[in-house]
């Protein structure tokens, strides 16, 4: 699909959960991608799986950035927008509910899911974050009181270094999120003890889904 502005897959509740994962990949990822991971994470929740938008060296990413880690931070303000507006008009068109919609996002996925954390603290009611950075430090503390969310960072990445990760869960804890970073011994990819912590972390938070 290509309405709403984005490209898309979107996969319905099987028994009408209220839940819906909105699955972000990294670079160089399509909206298939994490589809399979989705469904591992939760068998009950609707999947909504959009492509990043912009291109870098063929490969789709959800913002431009300059060089590794620096951002673009127009391009960063200006997807965000674009990307909350496509959930909201995605809950329209396919009748999930709005104030259920979880991001799991990985690397660069899970950092246009920390801008919208940041930039509309509405859109998600929680996240499942995989090696994310901090994608920007705000001027104003955003609401997130009584969001959960679950940082899954490595010890070993070679990407991320372990002060980003800290420092991303305290911006988000001061803005009133339950947040729970979980580290593994672990490179940038996501292991399957990880997947299997995710997983239960959700059927906690989120037991309808
Ligand atoms: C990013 O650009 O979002 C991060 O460097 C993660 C990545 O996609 O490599």
Same mark, same amino acid.
């Not at 060089?67 to 951002?71: E, N, R």
């Not at 090696?131 to 994608?135: E, L, T």
């Given at each position: 699909m290509t309405e709403l502005g984005f490209v898309h897959k979107f996969a319905p509740a099987p028994a009408g959960s209220s839940l819906t994962l909105l699955l972000l990949h990294g670079t160089g990822g399509t909206e298939s991608d994490l589809l399979h991971l989705g469904r591992e994470l939760s068998q009950g929740a609707a999947l909504l799986s959009p492509r990043g938008r912009v291109l870098e060296n063929g490969m789709p990413r959800f913002f431009k950035r300059l060089?590794?880690? %620096?951002?673009d931070m127009q391009d960063l303000t200006d997807q965000t927008h674009a990307l909350a507006g496509f959930v909201g008009g995605a809950s329209k068109a396919y009748g999930f509910r709005p104030d259920g919609v979880v991001a799991v996002g990985y690397s660069n996925g899970a950092n246009i899911a920390g801008s919208t954390l940041i930039l509309h603290p509405g859109t998600l009611a929680g996240a499942v974050l995989v090696?994310?950075? %901090?994608?920007f430090m705000p001027e104003t503390l955003p609401d997130l009181s009584g969001r959960p969310i679950l940082i899954l960072a490595g010890t070993r990445d070679a990407l991320v270094p372990r002060e980003e990760s800290e420092r991303l869960a305290g911006l988000l804890e001061r803005a009133g999120a339950g947040v729970t970073l979980r580290w593994a011994e672990a490179t940038h990819s996501i292991t399957g003890g990880e997947v299997a912590a995710a997983r239960a972390w959700l059927s906690a938070k989120f037991p309808e889904g």
């Open positions: 060089a590794l880690g %620096v951002f090696r994310p950075m %901090v994608p």
